[in-house]
């Protein structure tokens, strides 16, 4: 399919989350211990994570490095960090 056809939409982890969003914000995406998130909440979150990162100075190619096992504020980096251009340098712990 060429890349400028109508239906075409270059399919990232921000653009698959606000889709998902979407269709299924309802739903839960997260679950870890006793907390659950659903789509929508999830979406959310990574927002005001990024929104934080950007207001501290984070941009468009910069690296940012969380230190953090697998819980969901490492999972919410995965797409706050691109969402605002910058580069996820993850090391779980």
């Known amino acids: 399919m060429a890349g400028n056809s109508v239906n ?9 989350l606000k889709r998902t969003a979407m269709v299924y914000g309802h739903k839960d995406a ?3 211990n ?3 998130f659903t789509y929508r ?3 959310n979150r990574v927002h ?3 929104s934080a990162l950007y207001g501290i100075g984070i941009s468009k190619g910069d690296k ?6 697998n819980i969901p ?3 919410e980096a995965h797409f706050a960090v691109p ?4 580069t996820l340098v993850s090391i779980n712990i």
């Open 83 to 86: 969402m605002i251009g910058a």
């Open 41 to 43: 909440q999830f979406e």
């Open 8 to 16: 075409f939409e270059l399919l990232t982890p921000v653009t698959f």
């Open 73 to 75: 504020p490492m999972l």
């Open 48 to 50: 005001r994570l990024a």
């Open 34 to 36: 006793d907390k659950r």
């Open 64 to 69: 940012v490095a969380f230190l953090s096992p």
């Open 30 to 32: 997260v679950v870890h």
